[in-house]
């Protein structure tokens, strides 16, 4: 095999046969790499532009300028930021003539074709920067339309999300665009930096960033919710003290309504603020978290609030880091009754505040501008479904070494998706396209729920995290009710793409049973775990290669015939996936004898397929196909577990014993390196009745997250496996 690195770069020639400590050094390369960063929160403009449900911009300057003449140029200007250099595809669907550039230079041009026909989507490769890219458009007004819808080509896998480019709007989050132009303002040999626009004379820039005259005379309350009297409003700053010693806030200024004061959850002021009243109150050093409730009298807000300390202004600033804005304060109303909850429950970014039927969020001092969610991350965060299972061989390494901050890792990237879930729904019904959790609030297929949501509740057992029934219950019933089944029950794809349109997949067995055993074991409901066991004997009949004893990565409807490729990783999902339902499912079930059955055929021919380094290889049948990581691992798992828990039949475990140890001491020779590196992991596939498609165009990454998790649960196995030989002997 051609490695992935030289001999002494392997993990074994540092580390040998201390499993422990291998898997200690891949968990912490992982979190190392993907540090727990939260949610960045941007202002964005409600006078922008909104997303469609394929989560590309609508930018219809139709719309927006309607009194721009034919003939006339408009722009369009954002920044997408870039963790690497790498390959992207912008999907582009035009209302009229468009042109798309990038970073200065000349990207794309729509043809006559495309550009009077605003369903076709025009897929654009382009190269991004590491760091941050400036897209313009530039449109021109024709009879047929003005702007374009412009984004990702992916929407799933791949989000898109524009930040506003000019320094005055630093933070803000959606596009900026200009007004309509008799003449095309920018050569395209000489487009202009994006910094200077702004200031650029003659031109004006889009939504509004500034309060009119009338405006700017109002209180803040008064010109973000309305006059709107006998509602309420809550605000929220945060006071620093940045001397040493204790020092004397002093509140002065007046409301006709009531008010409430607290500081650091305490309330320090009920009541109604007069003119020359002094509400003192004693502020240690360090940051203060300030939030106000203020009622509006029948005449609307009336109020002022002054902050000093000693004698100068009080030191604001937005709470959370907040971007976008300059002001110190984020606003949340008009509501119509008090809430009644704890201050610190009430600051927070990651709820929404319902009354009446009605959802409330914050929002900034700006027009028509609110807060959302963003996430630069690379991974950290992120839902989908590698994801799910790397999380769970990060809870798994954890507990075993009984290493609370890996464990804690795992919880808090899970808790920081389930927690904002809520919000995100609600995201994607106010702005066209939710700016987190996208593929969570889709959920049109396995892979978008199945993976991660068995990660939640694998989690579950140690966060105790309050989210985490009602996101799992969504899940459950998409499954139940929504996901797309044959008439025999088992799943498939259902799909317009003719690709993938009509087909089941031996990787949604992985996409789905694992959940439904893992919310049999919350529920106690046994539907679940009998749904699990149809899947597996479903997929057989239609996934099964009997001459080989493995499994066909998938089965094709629209031509009646499985593709009748072995992959590897399908297979390795598989084997992987009844692993997990067969220690569950109870001894007297009517299919575990079966499933047994059917686990000790695939057990046989994994074992004959193994190849001569002990890896086992992309396509199983094809030596001459690369040694692939992420299935080795499964089979490991797998085999591991069946030899353990006594699923493997008495003829088969010695073999099974040295497959595995095989296997294993293959992955830290050749699959991971001394820094914890993961090599040789097949990147996320579509599917092909040709083996070709998977040897070489399928081609190995490294520190894939189909590959990362499941490696250390596999050496977590093996591990337990070594244990258990040597108690037994």
Known sequence: MKPYFDEQESIYTKLYDRTDDVLETIANAYIGRNPALPFEFRGFSREGFMKKNNGRYDMNLEEKLPEAKPGQYAYAFGLLWSNHDGWTDFGLSCYGPASVYLNREFLYRADIGEEVNPKMVKGIRAKLQKGWNAVCIKFVKAPTGFGGVFGTLNTKWNPM??????????????????????????????????????????????????????????NPCTRIFGRTPGKVAYLWSELRHSGAGTQVCRLEGHSAGNLRLWLDGQVVFAGALKTGDKVEFKLNPGKHVLLVELSASGNGWEYSLDFTVDGKNAALSIPRGVKGSSGP????????????????????????????????????????????????NGLFAKWNYPLGVTLYGLMQTGRLLEKRGILDYAISHITECTRIYRYAKWDAEQYGYPSVDNQLVEMDMLDDCGSFGSAVLEAYRDSQDPHTPYVVEQIANHMEHNQERREDGAFFRLSSNPVRGHTMWADDLYM?????????????????????????????????????????????????????????RGNGWVFFSLSELLEVMPETHAERANLLAFYNELAEGYMALQGETGLWHQVLTHPDSYAETSCTSMFVYGLSRGVRLGWVREDLEQKAVTAVNRGWLALTQYGIDRFGNVHGVCRGSSYSFTPDYYKHELNAVTNDTHGIGIVLLAGIETGKLSEWLKQRS
């Open 329 to 376: 304060w984020l606003y949340l109303g008009p509501l119509d009754q008090p809430l009644e909850e704890s201050a610190d429950s009430i600051c927070s970014l990651y709820r929404l505040f319902e009354q009446e039927g009605s959802s409330f969020f914050w929002r900034l001092d700006l027009p028509n501008t609110w807060v959302r969610p963003y996430l630069d």
């Open 512 to 568: 789905s049973t694992p959940f439904l055993v893992r919310y049999y074991k919350l529920t106690g409901n046994t539907s679940y775990l009998d749904d699990a066991a149809r899947q597996f004997i479903q997929f057989k009949k239609y996934l099964f290669i009997p001459e080989y004893k493995i499994m066909s990565h998938v089965y094709d409807f629209q031509h009646n015939k499985p593709t009748n490729v072995p992959w590897g």
């Open 161 to 218: 999300e524009f930040m506003s480019p000019f320094q005055e709007r630093k933070g803000q989050a959606g596009w900026v665009y200009s007004d309509a132009m008799d003449a095309d303002n920018f050569s395209e040999t000489e487009l202009p930096d994006y910094t200077g626009l702004e200031t650029l004379s003659g031109m004006g820039w889009y939504p509004e960033l500034s309060w009119d005259a009338e405006q700017s005379a109002q």
